[in-house]
């Protein structure tokens, strides 16, 4: 421990000084779990070169202060904004760059860190980053039949004979060769292929892909009904994808049509039953709620719809507009209004209670499962542990280290046939910034977080780091707090966003 306590402060000292060099520079970058928005926002980032990543980080506060009076974290950053998004993962905009669609998304203005008083915090603390060793790969296919009047995820038109797809599978498996020098996977157990629409592409396609990526226990395919044939779920699973999610979104023919979907209820009835069929026992629905014109009757409809297909995993997110899309713009110019904050709330607690009857269990707030059948993948995100995030747009985590690929499909396939990897930008969070994420994704599941094992990993229980803010939360009927478990109360899974600013 001695050696890599000596390493790691000669690391530091270096990264201090780099961190100097590169403080205050601007770039963008936001990412949701594995996959980026088309939608970029500034925040200020300090940079340290790939070189610096350690497995564990030194952070002394006594020192930081030293060096410019306070922590460095804490220097002249720009107060950020919050959001959260579907995907649990979270993006800052700089406090005065208030973006216009900032009323129709779910924001909250940041409030100080929660910080605990002068004293609390221990001079020294360790936080483990095991960032070589990933848990899980996120591969992003960024193609679509056409683009949906809500989503700002990255993707590009593309029609089911494409011939881009083929030279894209190659770049992505140069771009996985690299990585396999450098990480290692031998514990990786889920892999995840997002979109876009990844059932778009020819079966063959996927099965190439799969043929050279580590064996994982989940791997999960995103597919849309309109792109579903027998002949491709049957190759998926003979290629090894064991878990399916249905972009279902509603059932409601005249909500799929504005929404821009390709498909209807029918086919996603028809597209569940060829997965039965193919030998598909893992298959998950994704739900919107909140959608223009959309009433709690018919939201009452869409779920009982989707339970009657018996899904193992059903994902329900709210909608939520970036200025970006046809709808954001709709919205901004006061021609289009989801649904209402209470109504949505009412709708998603209709969910809670039906769901639970029919045996889907809330694990997280947006996500129901059969008992053994939660999505392994997004718990890799919500546990903050490391993900690889493979093709264009996508987004890693590994440690402290966040980074994400080159969005344009120009720019990712040059990188990666000239052998370099494809990274855009890359950000580098503090011990603070790591630990409100620990909190603020670890919240997001029903079971909580566990102070003892939290402090195992961070160095720092979170009552020791932030113990008046969980006290005011506590009072407020927000957080809730059982032997070592720290939980969100049911009032706390609807006002999530004011629990989760406490921690950034
Ligand atoms: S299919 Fe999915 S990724 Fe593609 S445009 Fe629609 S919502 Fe976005």
Known sequence: MQTERTASQAMRKKAVRKKAN?????IKVESMGGKRRLHETTVFIHKIPPSLSTNILYYTMGKAKKQGGKPRSRQKKPSPEIYTSRYGDFFCRPRG???????????RR??????????????TMFIKQDADHFAAIYIHIPFCLRKCNYCDFVSYPATADSPLFH????????????????????????????????????????????????????ITLEANPETVTEEKLFRWRQGGINRLSLGAQSFNRGLLQAMGRGHDGKQTQQAVAAARQAGFDNLGLD?????????????????AQALALQPQHLSLYGLSLSPETPWGR?????????????????????????????????YEIANFAQPGRESRHNQVYWRRENYLGLGAAACSCAGNRRFANHQSLADYWQAVKQGRLPLAEEEYLSPQQVLGEAMFLG??????????????R???????????????????????????????????LFLANRVFVEFV
């Open 287 to 303: 739900l919107i709620y909140g959608l223009p014109g959309q009433t709690l009757a018919g939201w009452q409809a869409d779920l």
């Open 458 to 492: 961070y160095g720092i229980r979170p009552d020791q780091y932030y113990g008046p803010a969980l006290e005011k939360l506590k009072k407020n009927g927000l957080l809730q707090e059982e032997g070592s478990w720290l939980r969100l109360t049911r009032r706390g």
């Open 443 to 456: 919240l997001r599941l029903i079971q909580g977080i566990d102070q003892q094992a939290f402090a195992q």
């Open 330 to 362: 709709l919205a901004a110019q006061g021609r289009l209004a989801p649904a209402e904050e209470d109504q949505a709330a009412a709708m998603l607690a209709y969910a809670i209670d039906a769901l639970e009857k029919a045996g889907l269990k809330q």
């Open 167 to 218: 030279p894209y599978i190659d770049s992505l498996l140069a771009e996985w060769r690299l990585w396999q020098r450098q990480g290692d996977f031998s514990r990786c157990h889920s892999i995840y292929i997002g979109g876009g629409t990844p059932s778009l592409l020819p079966a063959a396609e996927i099965s190439r892909l799969l043929q050279f990526l580590p064996p994982a226990a989940e």
């Open 97 to 107: 760059k208030r973006s216009p669609a900032a009323k129709y998304a779910s924001i």
């Open 22 to 26: 590169h403080a205050g520079k601007v």
């Open 110 to 123: 940041r409030k100080p860190p929660a910080i605990s008083q002068k004293g609390d915090v221990p001079k």
